[in-house]
């Protein structure tokens, strides 16, 4: 039986309630300077507090080794397990900005990039351009229409934006054309399979479309194209935990990922203490919490130790009001590792942190990558989390007799 | 290949001696005076010495989170995965009273139950009766026969009853009458495939004639049935392990489970002490024993914390007699954790103990929750602890050449 069947199985509804608090990137590795990592240089009296009087571990978001996207480190998180659910980019994009796909919808994830006379690659994000300069482009290439076929853009974020084909007979198994670096040409997009083969024409000519329309634009003069997929179908949250859940986060794509198993997404701001405001109003409304903070991990993706720091102490600063509302189970943890010395994902286990009633505590006191080594909590996999959570809920019946 | 099958191929036999010792229901979590557990309060200088020489972990009987009841935790602890290999609970009480079921037999698990004028239930346990109020009423209503299938109804121990169904045609795939509440009627006995239908009218006929029959009776007026299952076919014991093997409990589900897997079953008498005088009895007949100890479960389901304490004591107190036979390996743990504050089976991962001169000893010298996080067997499946002890009792081959 697979664990979200056994899960689904043993999960009951009850009045206690549970918060999820995802720190995006959480996990380091030592700075060369201090030798400490950046949750071992911030000042997190309330973190630490919660590790007193709660269990610790280290959770490995895929396996020993791999590194994880996004999608998957958060899909671990909420107990799907990322090697058997999959979401390609193109529909976590759609779903993080409200669109709503339709079934048989295709959807691709885009960059605006800019491109050389030769056409090269020059810098695959165009120069990070604001959201509103690339809604402008959108507009510039929304509504072609090929063969039947319509091609919608939608800005998201930055240079991002998705591309829906919608149409009949399209298929997802088709290759980017995004090469993920610079300095070469983008790719032709190719069919996966012979059913793929039309989508891949429809495709192609979009693209060739977008070129002529882009060309003589400063901002950005073409897109990048990844990830197409469908919208896949997933058991719910609500059928797997009993779980009436809400979603605070102000990143599209966590947003879509938590719509995608039945999540509800709370309107919040763009600032920590906008997203603990969000916690405090609907805090009677639901009975899980999927909280999530990003500023940790683009801090981490910019090789910014300092601000990782900073952004740890921030989230810190929090948890007294949180802890106000009296959850009965709170989980601190992220859904990968980003050392700033790395500069990006990593596939260090994450520091994970439970506090209930009743947990059994460990002899952690501070709430760092080198002390969770010991917690009780040992070394899990990022899809026992909610699993332990739901126990220390008293959510779950026993197994057998 | 299942960890049985890698077991049953590398196994074999030898002179050397196991003795598993099962405390039922062993962890706790801290109580909320004292911030320790029950084994973390108890005077146990035998099992820390047995700690302190051999090497220690925590076991998860099922998986993170999941609870588990005590035939799919004693079940793990002797290699069986509770996931693959199920026991139906009807057939575990008839195996637990010797009571000797045919191919074709359908048992269901029993309680004499109250219900009121109104046909609710008003007591699931009919104020938990003795065995021989029991006994009584069992004979009332044994032996009853309906369209040539008989009836056969056995007192278990308390308000607990088997009943078997004995005939031709019959299919174990039905619900429960129980419905493990009070306040609401006994459920109807549905048939779960349509090759059941023809046992749920049988079973359902059967219940209104016990209705009648106990309607007047003042210590129960009703029974209640859930578990209808048929005995099922696991590898024996001696095959997977070449052991010859010897069960020491005095619990019938635990003496029926044992005999299920091929164990011997010995005699033995209601005391921990008189557990140990038929360990001491029979060491020389048998390369394998288990020694099962259940009051330190019960005392943790009534939420006793100082019983749960004494038993643990009484328990470790035994020790330097067994110690004296000199087994070769000797396991100490628990089928899972019933924290007193809890009163019930919980999902908190479970200390365990292995003691051979073939063992890796680690640092831990107390054996008790906290110290076994940072044992050397670490967080380990219950399923393993077997082949651990296999190991250091030099009964297995190695793998490959």
Known sequence: MDNLKLIEKLSKPSASKIVLIVIDGLGGIPHHYSNKTELEIARTPNLDSLAANGICGLSEPIRPGV???SAPGHLA????????FKIGRGVLEALGIDYHLRPGDIAARG??????QDGLITDRRAGRISTDEASKLCQLIDGIEIDGVKVITRPVK?????????GDDLNPELSDSDPQETGVPARNIAALNTEATYTASIANNFLAQVKEILYSE??????LLRGFSRKPQFPSIADVYKLKAAAIANYPMYRGLARIIGMEVLETGQTEQEELLTLQHNYG????????????????????FNRKVISLEHIDDLLPELNKLGPDVIVV???????AMLKGHSWHPVPVLLHSRYCRPDKV?????????????????????????????????????
Do not use: Q, W
Not at 333 to 339: E, I, K, V
């Open 158 to 166: 930055g240079h991002r934006l998705v591309t829906i084909f919608r």
């Open 285 to 304: 409304k639901y009975d899980f919490f999927f909280v999530h903070f990003k500023k940790t991990d683009t801090a981490g993706e910019d090789g910014d």
């Open 77 to 84: 998180l909420f107990g799907y397990d990322p090697l058997v």
């Open 111 to 116: 960059n605006f990039c800019i491109m050389n």
């Open 67 to 69: 590194t994880p996207g």
């Open 218 to 223: 400063r901002a950005a003069n073409m897109i």
């Open 365 to 401: 006191s501070h709430f760092s990558e080198k002390d969770c080594i010991n917690g009780g909590l040992g070394r899990i996999l990022a899809t026992d989390i909610m699993p332990l959570a739901m126990a220390n809920a008293l959510k779950m019946d026993k197994f057998g007799a």
């Open 333 to 339: 943890t992220g859904d990968h590792s980003t050392p």
